[in-house]
């Protein structure tokens, strides 16, 4: 069975850093892209960054040059750095799997984590 | 960057009856488009792909159309579990994007 578990989310002030993880179960995070998608409160989603097996990296407007995503095979996580964050960045932040395929899809969720940025 | 707009925003419907939902791309899509649905407190579920395809697990009563820039998500007999919100989503290019989403609600 898939699951995702994200942790790592909190309350950091602006400017600040945090470091998300996604621990993955039921595949292996190296073989299929993906990604995180984020949701401020009470708003729509945005995708943020895509990792792809062949560790080509993508990423959000918003995001780029602050955000890094990265995965450590070994413990079959995905990561999200964020630095530099700003009070816009307040999300509840999900990270996704991919079709088996490689669709640029979401198919499978985590619950996600909350990111609270403020003074 | 390719906007996604959907309509309506919110849709009353009653259960058993059909829903209609509306997503418009600013440039055409090749049908890389895919609908998500998301209920209170609960990730967003992938329904459809590729315009018209069905995730795995879903139910047959959902089912999408479309090409170029205009696409359709139709709920055939709304079910009360189908109440929820409801996103497109672009993959032909980069950045992905997403609608705004419609909220189906009981009527």
């Known amino acids: 069975e898939v699951q995702l578990v994200e942790s790592g989310g909190g309350l950091v002030q602006p400017g600040g850093s945090l470091r998300l993880s996604c621990a993955a179960s039921g595949f292996t995070v190296s073989s299929i892209r993906m990604s995180w998608v984020r949701q401020a409160p009470g708003k729509g989603l945005e995708w943020v960054s895509f990792?792809?097996?062949?560790?080509?990296?993508f990423y959000a407007d918003s995001v780029k040059g602050r955000f890094i995503i990265s995965r450590d095979d070994s413990k079959n996580t995905l990561y999200l750095q964020m630095n530099t964050l700003r009070a816009e960045d307040t999300a509840l932040y999900h990270c996704?799997?991919?079709?088996?395929?490689?669709?640029?899809?979401?198919?499978?969720w985590g619950q996600g984590t909350l990111v609270t940025v403020s003074s | 960057e390719i906007v996604m707009t959907q309509s309506p925003a919110t849709l009353s419907v009653s259960p058993g009856e059909r829903a209609t939902l509306s997503c418009r791309a600013t440039q055409s899509l090749n049908s890389y488009l895919a609908w998500y649905q998301q209920k209170p407190g609960q990730a967003p579920r992938l329904l459809i792909y590729d315009t018209s395809t069905r995730a795995t697990g879903i139910p047959a009563r959902f089912s999408g159309s479309g090409s170029g820039t205009e696409f359709t998500l139709t709920i055939s007999s709304l079910q009360s579990e189908d109440f929820a919100v409801y996103y497109c989503q672009q993959y032909n290019g980069w950045p992905l994007t997403f609608g705004g989403g419609t909220k189906v609600e009981v009527k």
């Open positions: 996704a799997r991919d079709l088996t395929t490689g669709r640029n899809l979401f198919h499978y």
């Open positions: 990792l792809y097996s062949d560790d080509r990296t």
